[in-house]
């Protein structure tokens, strides 16, 4: 997600919160939060692979995904 695309949804949250938007803006501010929220997902989803627990012991074991132990 690029900072352009941000900018057009902060545009719009507040173009909505003055006069309203059109049926097309209204399905463009749709399509690019839901863009927005899946790249925000995908980013922490990165995150989380990469994390590893330091055991007591000086081992490290990497954090598992949820359902896959």
Known sequence: ????????????????????LSEEEKKEQKKLRTEYIQSVRANLRGQLDNISIKNEDGSVTPLKPKGKH
Do not use: A, F, Q, T
């Open 1 to 20: 997600m690029n900072e352009d695309k941000i900018r057009r949804i902060n545009e719009l949250y507040h173009l909505e919160k003055s006069v309203g």
